[in-house]
């Protein structure tokens, strides 16, 4: 076959003319034409030879429902071959859309609390449990840094842990703080941070998955208080 002789010589993927081969519609069990664009694509091995030749066909049906079928010749090889990378790049694009909107959904329902700050600790996103835990609502947050709404005892203490993370000394921790409520409530969370870091290693944000153990925390009290009476009765 001349594309496979092609591909022998030059070691490159090499795209035929687009051919039209009917399937079955699953949503209406009848035959619909569809439009394929046959490729041989070659695999080298760690010193380069050709060891093998793959082929393979790409549905190219959206590109001729769009602009109708081309004349033998009207489209080269090289043409089609970018058609083609084309079609893979939607390909790609359309399950990275469907990936972020998996991901998105995962991050509003999670029934854990999660916030995502900048590098100075100012709010870019939360989800529904965060503003549940803390009363307000996301326009209210996403004016506020996180320091606005931590314990004043505890606020020395994460600031020392964020420089501590752009320092690069930490990549990320878990640690127990409290954190003040919109209606001037107090709560103890368990956070567990991380960062991220742009191309050139500098933090540009922080993600926390929080967690609230307030009723953990009143338990160990009462536990310690029970344990201190039968001492002193003892």
């Known amino acids: 076959h001349e ?17 039209k081969h009917p399937i079955v519609d699953q949503a209406t069990g009848k035959l619909a034409d569809h439009y394929w ?5 070659p695999v ?8 093998l030749i793959i082929h393979r066909t790409e549905n190219v049906t959206e590109y001729v429902e769009k602009f109708g079928m081309p004349a033998p010749g009207e489209l080269s090889s090289g043409e089609i071959n970018m058609l083609v990378q ?32 900048n590098s100075k600790g100012y709010f870019i996103d939360v989800n529904a449990a965060y503003c549940r835990m803390l009363g307000y609502n996301l326009e209210e947050l996403l004016q506020m840094n996180v320091i606005d709404v ?9 600031l020392e842990q964020r420089k501590e993370i752009i320092a690069g000394k930490l990549s990320s921790f878990i640690y127990e703080k409290r954190y003040i409520t919109k209606n001037s409530g107090l709560i103890w969370c368990r956070v567990n941070a991380s960062q991220l870091r742009n191309s050139s290693g500098e933090v540009t944000n922080f993600i926390g998955i929080i967690e609230d153990i307030t009723a953990q925390k009143l338990a160990e009290t009462e536990l310690r208080e029970v344990r201190t009476l039968e001492r002193i009765g003892g």
Not at 44 to 51: F, I
């Open 3 to 19: 594309s496979i002789e092609r591909v022998k010589a030059t070691k490159a993927r090499d795209v035929m003319a687009i051919v």
């Open 150 to 158: 931590t314990h004043d005892d505890d606020k020395e203490r994460n």
């Open 44 to 51: 080298l091995d760690h010193q380069g030879n050709l060891s």
């Open 86 to 117: 084309a079609q893979q790049l939607k390909q790609l694009n359309d399950r990275l859309r469907d990936s972020e909107q998996h991901l998105q959904a995962i991050f509003r329902e999670a029934a854990l609390g999660i916030a995502v700050t």
């Open 37 to 41: 664009a046959p490729l041989h694509t």
